[in-house]
């Protein structure tokens, strides 16, 4: 079986799968959907773990699982203790217990190495953890199941037009970004084009969305241009590397970060666009 099959494949499963979680599964203000963001958190850590690993002087303290308890932290305060920056202070707290071991058990003779050691623990913990928080906002927003859906059908969408159009129009302008080489000026195009066209869409016909054709508009392209981000900040890790994929777990597509990294980047401004629009309105 192809790659591409295998891609097909993996989306018409995982897709479905995903939506029914978000819609059928509303209770406790999206609990399965904050678990799920709980495990592919955690699971991206260990990736990412992998790939710092290789080019570490010494060993990485900080377990990598340890970093996931940022998304937890988020959802006690969001469901419990909402005047309370719980996100905040488990971020502030981890990175204290990252230096702390490495004061504990690192080489007080090699001040290059510690740091090092350092700037990687900070960045395990921030990505994709941090950025996973983001997720758990969603869950509490007013008509949550909504908004979740259009990010996804923006995020997805980026990625599917991107690669279609790559393909079929992309052959001969491949290699605008040195990182991911069989990037396309096409594929590039398409990847911010659509979804805007799917936001502004959303807008004029949603009336539930709150937000009208020409801010949907700007929404999706603001959305796809982050997620495009992602991607491209995922190829300069594995390409520092010298690896293809950050895993092997999802057929077709090779690691959890590479599934979720155009979806790390894309919420946390979704989200802020959403706020900004809470705030004017």
């Not at 592919?40 to 970093?67: A, D, M, Q, W």
């Not at 059908?153 to 302008?173: C, H, M, P, Q, W």
């Not at 796809?224 to 950050?246: F, H, Q, T, W, Y």
């Amino acid at each position: 079986m192809t790659s591409n099959m295998k891609r097909i494949i993996t989306g018409v499963i995982a897709i479905p799968l995903l939506i029914a979680i978000i819609v059928l599964l509303p209770q406790y203000n999206y609990l399965c959907f904050a678990l799920l963001v709980l495990v592919v958190s955690i699971i991206g850590s260990y990736e990412l773990h992998n790939i710092l690993s290789k080019h570490v002087t010494g060993k990485l303290l900080f377990p990598p699982y340890l970093g996931s308890i940022q998304i937890i932290a988020t959802y006690i305060q969001y469901a419990f203790y909402p005047f309370y920056n719980l996100s905040l202070y488990s971020l502030i707290g981890l990175i204290f217990i990252a230096l702390a071991m490495e004061i504990k058990k690192g080489e007080v003779d090699n001040f290059k190495a510690s740091i090092e050691r350092i700037s990687y623990t900070v960045l395990q913990i921030v990505y994709p953890n941090t950025f996973a928080i983001f997720f758990i906002k969603f869950c509490f927003l007013d008509n949550a199941w909504l908004y979740l859906l259009i990010f996804f059908a923006l995020v997805f969408g980026s990625d599917t037009f991107a690669y279609f159009i790559g393909k079929l129009f992309g052959k001969n302008n491949k290699g605008i970004v040195k990182v991911s080489p069989n990037k396309s000026v096409a594929g590039f195009i398409a990847a911010l084009v659509f979804p805007a066209i799917i936001g502004c869409l959303c807008g004029v016909f949603i009336k539930a969305f709150e937000v009208d054709g020409y801010l949907g508009f700007f929404l999706g392209l603001s959305t796809a241009a982050a997620a495009a981000i992602g991607d491209l900040v995922e190829s300069v890790l594995k390409r520092s590397a010298n690896m293809k994929d950050s895993g092997k777990i999802i057929p077709g597509r090779g690691g959890m970060l590479d599934s979720i990294d155009s979806l790390l980047f894309g919420a946390p401004v979704f989200i802020a666009f959403m706020h900004f629009m809470q705030y004017v309105a």
